[in-house]
């Protein structure tokens, strides 16, 4: 995708999609929030943390996903709400580039930072369970196959969209460009879904291959059974736009 882009939602609302900057940080968090912090499996990754600590945590998990050189993030904006929505995806390659010294510094900066919070903050239970959370994903994900992909795939990481926004298609447009990506590198996109977006993401084409379940380590109850869902571009040409 270019540098920015406009487009219409199905409501008829301008859309404007750009590249997320670093002044985004603290405005696409708080979207991310409000969008998950209802969901079971939020309240579990957060339990015992206010509503100030968690919301202070989801810009510090933003702030990872950001500075992670392989991710592209996008900011979508209406005239009235300039964090409308939000993606993180990264297209992913058997043989990476490898990251220049200064961008692995950041990286390393960060998890000194993160791990810094998570202890002055007092969420190190947080920070196991968001850990074991990845844990589980990447099992998942290692059992759809597509690390052995010579060519790779795309892993959307993150789709997001504001409350007072959700049901007019912004997270479809968010989603074409990840798509856009598998397609010009003729590569499956993989993601893992919400319980909440599981069946805008059936309606999209992606099919349901493998489950992470999450166990809550206090109780040994299942959290949720997390589906990771493949998209496939041969069955999804391009639509001239």
Known sequence: ????????????????????????L????????????????????FGGCSDRVSRILTVYLTLDSYVDPLKDMFVAST?????????????VTPKQTPKPWWRQLIVWATMLLGALMFWILGAQQVRRRFEYNGVEYRKALVETGLLEKPNGY??????????DE???????????????CARKHNVPSFLMASQAGFDMYVHMG????????????????????????????KDHPAVSK
């Open 26 to 45: 603290v405005g696409v968090s708080n979207t991310v929030y409000d969008a998950f912090k209802n969901s079971k499996t939020w309240h579990w990754r």
């Open 79 to 91: 005239t009235t709400n300039k964090y409308a929505g939000m993606l993180a995806y990264k297209y």
């Open 166 to 180: 959700q049901h007019k298609g912004i997270a479809g447009i968010l989603m074409d460009i990840a798509h856009d």
């Open 206 to 233: 992606y099919k349901h291959v493998s489950t992470a379940v999450l166990i809550d380590e206090r109780t040994g109850d299942v959290v949720r059974n997390s589906p990771a869902m493949i998209w496939e571009p």
């Open 154 to 163: 795309v892993h959307v990481d993150l789709l997001a969209v504001h409350v």
């Open 1 to 24: 995708m270019t540098k920015e882009m406009l487009v219409q939602t199905k409501k008829g609302e301008k859309l404007r999609i750009r590249r997320m900057r670093f002044m985004d």
